[in-house]
């Protein structure tokens, strides 16, 4: 039985509270729901100074949501208030209290469930950086446009079961009351996000420089951070052809000022790591090698012997969160701590030289197309027993250019190694027995050294000042 709303007999100060009450709690849950939002934001800042960054549209959608969700909470807990006033001992006071539990129910399953699934999905964005994944705008923005329209409706049913209105007409009156009360609260930001993204980006490089890594079809992972010092050379934005910065610690220094960050670096840590000490380098693609050689050869000197050059894995799989780490990672010859290598090459071993340039490459003089490189290579490989190979190119070949041959290099010879492997053990190289291996290296090493870093480098050792 459905009753008339002339039998809640309401007063006018009773009326001005039910609608202070749906304003607060509708403010009050908005203001709580944006403070979730940007804690997970918060918490959602890596290493390198990323974090959670929401574009206009979406923080207007997620607004709108919330205030929609929170003007639909206000009404029920205004509709609460009025009818929580028991004239008589009566079929409508025991009507009216069915409705209040109803509601109140509804209420704290609701913040139950909202804060269940907050925690839930802080802990995924905030620990495991799932935003560079998944993203619930806009592919699942209909879910949250179903969850309003299912609370909007289980609050009117409620109401509409115990009184004589015109069901439609309110419901459709209801909603169009939502609609714009919704979008006229969820324009008002009460967190200044933009200022919150400036504040952790202005210290990101990749945001506030031009960082575009070369793809590599040969990579590994970069997880020794303790001995790692992260290393970018970076244009100014759109300004490809200026002088690279060098940046380490949010800090611009000049390449002679490396040999003092390593040396502390190598203060820090123990003893027996230092030889272990590894240059991360984070390079934009268009830099020329010339720059680069100049970074590695410092820091070589200095006492660093492994180079990872940081590259974007060629598997579509590899998550973004960890693209980050990806590295070839190489061993730097110290020239001035090593012997000259010409004697045991000229005696046991029979050189293959590389020569690259912008538009062609050369294999012991004879040019190949890029395309047929990794065959005529590998070719080349099986022709030379006691191979050792002499990487040459132009100075100011690009960053992406060394990567690009480089890592076909690495790939060529990667894949006869699994080849062999599956030929006399039936496994690829990395699934083989530690001896077997060993054999298979023995047969197939990667013998590379970059005759280019080796002129670079016998230059500096001549002339000290350039240093």
């Given amino acids: 039985m459905r009753h008339e709303l002339d039998i809640l007999q309401l007063t006018t100060t009773r009326k001005i509270l039910g609608v202070v009450i749906l304003v607060v709690t509708a403010l009050s849950y908005y203001s709580l729901f944006n403070i979730m939002r940007e804690s997970i934001r918060y918490f959602s800042e890596t290493e390198d100074y990323d974090l959670w960054v929401l574009s206009e549209i979406e923080v207007w959608f997620y607004n709108t949501i919330y205030a929609c969700i929170a003007i639909t909470l206000g009404i029920a807990n205004a509709f609460q208030f009025i009818i929580n006033r028991p004239l008589r001992i009566s079929r409508f006071g025991t009507i009216r209290s069915s409705i209040l539990n109803d509601q109140r129910v509804l209420n704290w399953t609701f913040i139950m469930w909202a804060s269940k699934l907050g925690y839930i999905v802080g802990l995924f964005f905030a620990i495991y950086s799932v935003f560079y994944e998944f993203s619930l705008f806009p592919d699942y923005c209909i879910l949250f446009v179903l969850f309003v329209l299912a609370l909007h409706l289980q609050v009117w049913t409620h109401i509409l079961r115990y009184f004589k209105l015109p069901i439609l007409k309110t419901q459709l009156l209801g909603f169009l009351f939502l609609i714009i009360s919704g979008l006229g609260l969820g324009t008002i930001n009460l967190i200044d996000y933009k200022m919150f993204n400036a504040r952790v980006l202005k210290k990101n490089i990749a945001y506030n420089y031009e960082l575009i890594k070369p793809t590599s079809e040969i990579w590994e992972y970069n997880t020794r951070f303790s001995r790692t010092i992260t290393t970018y050379l970076v244009n100014k934005k759109e300004q490809d052809n200026d002088q690279p910065f060098l940046i380490i610690d949010n800090k611009t220094i000049s390449p002679p000022d490396l040999k003092a960050i390593v040396q502390k670096r190598q203060r820090i840590i123990a003893s027996t790591l230092k030889n272990s000490l590894r240059l991360h ?24 012997k492994y180079v990872d050059y940081a590259v974007l894995p060629s598997e579509k799989e590899v998550s973004r969160s960890m693209q980050k780490y990806a590295v070839i990672r190489v061993r730097m010859l110290d020239y001035t701590r090593n012997p000259s290598l010409d004697s045991l090459i000229n005696e046991e071993l029979q050189i293959i030289t590389l020569d690259v340039a912008k538009n062609q490459i050369l294999i012991n003089g004879v040019a190949t197309a890029d395309i047929l490189f990794s065959i005529e290579l590998k070719e080349k490989i099986v022709q030379t027993p006691n191979y050792y190979l002499r990487l ?6 690009s960053y992406q250019r060394f990567i690009a041959i480089y890592s076909r290099i690495r790939q060529t010879i990667s894949t006869m190694r699994d080849e062999y492997g599956q030929a006399n053990y039936g496994s690829n190289y990395d699934r083989c027995e530690p001896d077997q291996r060993k054999q298979i290296q023995n047969i197939y090493p990667l013998y590379l050294e970059d005759m280019t870093y080796r002129s670079k480098f016998e230059t500096f050792k001549n002339n000290p000042t350039n240093e």
């Fill in 281 to 304: 380098l984070n390079i934009n693609q268009s830099i020329s090698m010339d720059v680069v050689n100049d970074i590695i050869v410092q820091a070589v000197q200095t006492g660093i």
């Fill in 392 to 397: 040459s190119y132009e100075e100011d070949i």
